[in-house]
């Protein structure tokens, strides 16, 4: 950091001060001036609109910082424009020598010497890695969530990355979409808690650590809505969805001090998110108090273009600045175009000066002024990667299993049990268990499912059936499965008669889900399903285990299948983790936060929808159903089983209070063994003015019982929980009748009712 530019900082912040009452209007005023905004004020009032604009800029990285060996034509111009102040931001640097060499240049060699921000995708770590988002909020363990994000925190900016674009806090309903992976599923409580938690682990305490980077809540809004589930498809939602299902966890972490947030390439009812004033002005910066900045995602400015909403590069700049997309990602439309919009008097000074402050004061708040370097440290990144926290991201791997089914507690294994055939080829596979998202992992560093069940039990034999995975398709990264061979079947076949008890570790490869990784079809992959069904055939006696990065559509294994555990893509520690569970060392605790379908016909399906006007089967034709299924769910949200049993008595509800309504139960371990279990509060109001679903979660508390232990919980339903946005998006308590749950899932457990005056 330049010595003097610091100390002049200093010098003006009275002068600043002045200045900054007066100008400092056009976004949402801040209560007090604090002395960040004096410095942010300072340092405005030197920048030349060219590097303002700069500092809305972020490229993505590709440069040999060892030597300026560019591997793309346009490097030397972004060389320069890192010179002149004319880049914000990088995506997609790492490694402590790499960020500080890129750091260096503006520090050093621009007029300013603003330091940049480096952003990544931790998704859900570093290099090493904890379960999928989706597989992580199975656990319901806010604690270990949140360690789970700060071991990535550690990991990443002990690397130089100071902000991760996450956490996705997108709600999902469709499985068919493969960004489900990287979020917390259906709920917008649990999905909004399990935000707060990420964030915090992200960000730490303080801002200002080493250890600390700042987190971006995405996609703002509506990406989860894709139409159909398929990628980067329209959402076209209600005003009601908007309010209550998919704003609240923008919301709840807002008001947590997120530092970014990032918009979307969806349309949102006809508007494209970067474009999207309503979104990004009205609600998140005006209503909200958004004090942080957005970014836009990946080129999703000039991606207006092809939504129809700009005719050119130059418009979308436009559009999406005065929108208050506050830094562009990758579409080259404010380096290009914003000087010149301001000139013109098509953008206000007063949009960029916003969108600047924003940007300096999150920099500001990082410390990056007072070290630049701070996350440079290359002495700590050989010793935290050496040293990484797998202690957390075992935890979490654990916590994170859900037992699906387990009839005649045919798990836990016995340790000394002989004769058992593993079969799949996932369970000797130490690279997809990794899970998509992991830029920064190392290939194929899982502990394997073989690797962590011979720990336990070396009386196996293995045979993988089929590959799932066969090859890349055109596409490089994209994995192509197996639809047709089934030459390996026999082999495993004959294993599974010899042996007592079979083990099938099936589902999905990790590039299955992700980003750009929609499927139509949404049950086991390839010739899976038939190697399942043939192995039934000579053996019954099979545990099934799942992998998978989306809910899968498995009504045949549901029917069969005696045991069956959801593991997701657990990360790093995926063999270890399933081992202890299936080995009954840790007693599985998880629950669905996303509701699993018989079928992909049923999608979406969610546990909290509305009643229709013909709800049930009155034995005729006319009622809201499917003619050829079911409209029950397979598995649904909140489930999940333990080797304990949990008894749920004594409901009992205290209304007198109507600002502070109470809810208990007794929950009771009545197995023999230690167990976690999570109590879950669901709500429904009987009449309301905008119809409400027909339960809604507003609190759950895990907690561990021993054998014969009880517990009594107790919710309390405050007008937080018990009102709703209408639509026009003013938040209403209406007095009235509510029906009340207390279960261990959202379609089991004590009901009851209470009136709210
Ligand atoms: C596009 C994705 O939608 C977004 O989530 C991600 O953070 C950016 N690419 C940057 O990699």
């Not at 175009?337 to 206000?348: A, H, P, R």
């Not at 005649?408 to 369970?427: C, D, E, F, R, Y």
């Not at 949404?522 to 899976?528: A, E, H, K, N």
């Not at 709500?683 to 679903?693: D, T, W």
Request: aromatic residues 10%.
């Amino acid at each position: 950091m330049n010595n003097s530019l610091a100390k002049s900082y200093k010098g003006i912040l009275s002068v600043a001060l002045v200045i900054f009452c007066v100008s400092f209007s056009y976004s949402q005023k801040k209560s007090s001036v604090d002395s960040i905004q004096i410095k942010v004020e300072s340092l405005l009032k030197k920048m030349t609109l060219e590097e303002k604009v700069g500092q809305m800029n972020q490229y993505t990285g590709f440069w040999e910082v060892t030597g300026p060996a560019p591997k793309e034509g346009n490097a030397k111009l972004k060389y320069e424009h890192l010179r002149k102040g004319m880049v914000g931001s990088l995506l997609n640097v790492e490694g402590t020598t790499n960020v500080r060499k890129l750091q260096e240049i503006v520090v050093k060699e621009s007029r300013l010497g603003i330091p940049l921000l480096f952003g990544f995708d931790v998704i859900h770590g570093h290099k090493t890695l904890s379960p999928i988002p989706l597989g992580e909020s199975a656990s319901w363990d806010l604690d270990a969530i949140e360690k789970s994000a700060r071991a990535a925190a550690v990991e990443a900016s002990a690397v130089g990355i100071n902000w991760t674009f996450a956490p996705m806090v997108d709600i999902t309903r469709d499985a068919r979409w493969g960004r489900v992976m990287e979020g917390a599923g259906e709920d917008p409580y649990l999905g909004s808690k399990i935000g707060i938690a990420r964030v915090h682990g992200f960000q730490g305490d303080d801002l200002s650590a080493s250890t600390s980077i700042i987190a971006c809540a995405k996609h703002f809004a509506g990406y989860g809505f894709v139409e159909a589930g398929r990628e980067y498809n329209t959402v076209d939602v209600g005003t009601s969805t908007l309010y209550n299902i998919i704003l609240p966890p923008f919301k709840a972490v807002v008001d947590n001090n997120v530092r970014t947030v990032m918009n979307s390439f969806n349309v949102l009812n006809g508007i494209p998110s970067t474009g999207n004033k309503f979104l990004q002005r009205d609600i998140l910066k005006n209503k909200w108090h958004f004090d942080g900045f957005v970014i836009s995602d990946w080129a999703s400015g000039a991606e207006m273009i092809q939504h129809g909403f700009a005719k050119d590069l130059k418009q979308a700049a436009q559009i999406a600045a005065n929108a208050g997309s506050d830094m562009d990602m990758e579409s080259y439309a404010y380096v290009n175009y914003l000087k010149q919009l301001v000139e013109e008097g098509k953008v206000d000074i007063k949009v960029v000066d916003d969108a600047v402050r924003r940007v300096l004061r999150v920099k500001f708040e990082l410390g990056l002024f007072d070290n630049p370097y701070k996350y440079c440290d290359a002495k700590r990144e050989k010793e935290t990667i050496d040293h990484p926290n797998r202690a957390a991201v075992l935890d979490i791997a654990k916590k994170s299993i859900v037992l699906l089914k387990n009839e005649s507690n045919i798990l836990p294994l016995n340790k000394n049990q002989q004769s058992i055939a593993v079969i799949g080829s996932l369970a000797n596979d130490k690279n997809s268990p990794l899970g998509n998202w992991r830029l920064g992992s190392v290939d194929s560093t899982a502990v394997s499912f073989l690797e962590g069940f011979s720990k336990y039990n070396a009386n196996y034999k293995y045979a993988k059936g089929t590959n799932l995975a066969i090859g890349k398709t055109a596409f490089g990264s994209d994995i192509e499965i197996n639809e047709t061979d089934t030459s390996e079947f026999v082999e495993a076949i004959n294993l599974a008669k010899q042996s007592q008890m079979v083990i099938m570790v099936l589902g999905e490869h990790s590039h299955q889900s992700g980003e750009a990784r929609s499927r139509t079809k949404i049950g086991l992959p390839g010739v899976q399903q038939q190697l399942l069904e043939a192995v039934y055939k000579v053996n019954k006696n099979i545990v099934l285990v799942l992998m998978n990065g989306r809910p899968l559509a498995i009504p045949w294994a549901a029917e069969h299948i005696p045991a069956i555990l959801e593991t997701w893509e657990l990360g790093t520690e995926t063999g270890n983790a399933i081992a202890s569970v299936l080995f009954g060392d840790y007693n599985p605790s998880g629950k669905l936060p996303m509701t699993f379908p018989r079928s992909v016909g049923q999608c979406p399906i969610y546990y909290n929808h509305y009643n229709t006007g013909r709800p049930s089967p009155k034995g005729e034709v006319f009622w809201s159903h499917y003619i050829d299924e079911s409209v029950k769910p397979l598995y649904p949200f909140g489930y999940g089983l333990s080797y304990t049993k949990f008894e749920y008595s004594n409901l009992t509800i205290d209304s007198s209070n109507a600002k502070n309504i109470k809810v208990s139960a007794t929950i009771t371990n009545n197995g023999n063994r230690v167990g976690e279990e999570v109590a879950q509060l669901y709500i429904h109001q009987s009449v309301a003015s905008v119809v409400r679903p027909v339960k809604e979660l507003k609190g759950f508390e895990k907690f561990s019982l021993k054998p014969n232990e009880s517990k009594t919980i107790t919710f309390t339903l405050t007008d937080k929980e018990l009102g709703f946005y209408d639509n026009e998006g003013n938040y209403v308590v209406e007095p009235g009748d509510f029906d009340v749950m207390i279960g261990t899932s959202s379609q089991e457990g004590l009901v009851g009712s209470f009136t709210k005056k």
